[in-house]
């Protein structure tokens, strides 16, 4: 086949097409398939190991220590009394406190960083690119304030979510009428059910937003809003699966 007038006059060749030009990383440039969203997260770990594993291993790693050493604060505070049915509180240690609501505040956080730091590494190797741990903690540092009032934001409306079902269920209890509790359990259900379902959805989505795209987070949820607009069942669908796959492996006593 000649090549085009225009290139031929000017002495231009057109580069050969070559398997780089349709995937330069661990996915094909088209639209996926379902099986690749199955497969492409076990490749984004094989090709970036220092953000999608190294990532999450040190921030479990930070958290887990705190976390531990909050519960042997609290078992060997002397104030506590854990052993007594009601146990007193007055002159709890401060560094018992300070240490548990620091192991709460790194569990959020942890899960935070990690999953933001996956998606720079993942990002990166769609295009064949490496990116190192201190290049991805930076990243997502200089996204850290924005992150963070989306994690809260998240947290309020689930709490706003449960909050009808359990003031039923505190009335029923304290009125001694089960019906009410049986009610405001099902309003919980009914309300953070579908809640945490489109929470689940979008929440990735708009991590991504602004941690590759730079944006605000209202810029954040509505640009969420326009990916997911037609594809939120596909979505839904997919991270069902991809649970139940991990649920499956998981070992179990």
Known sequence: MPPPPAAAASGVHAAPLTYRSWQP?????????????????????????????????VMTLVSTAVGVLAGWLFLTDSQLGLLEPYPPMAGVEPLTIAVFVASIALWFASDMLASAMVMVGVSRAVIGEKVSFGEAWGHVVRRLGALTVLYLATLGIGLLSVSPG??????????????LGVLGLLVMLGVALPVGVVVAVYLPAARGAIVMERMGVATAVRRTRTLMKGRFWWTLLILVVCGLIVWARCPRS
């Not at 220092?50 to 990532?55: F, K, N, P, V």
């Not at 505190?170 to 089960?178: E, K, W």
């Open 25 to 57: 990383g661990i996915v094909q440039l088209r639209p996926l398939s379902f099986g690749d969203f199955l497969t492409v997260p076990f490749r984004g770990f094989r090709f970036a190991r220092a953000t999608t594993l190294g990532g999450p291993l």
């Open 166 to 179: 359990l003031v039923v269920f505190f009335v029923g209890v304290a009125s001694d009428q089960p019906w």
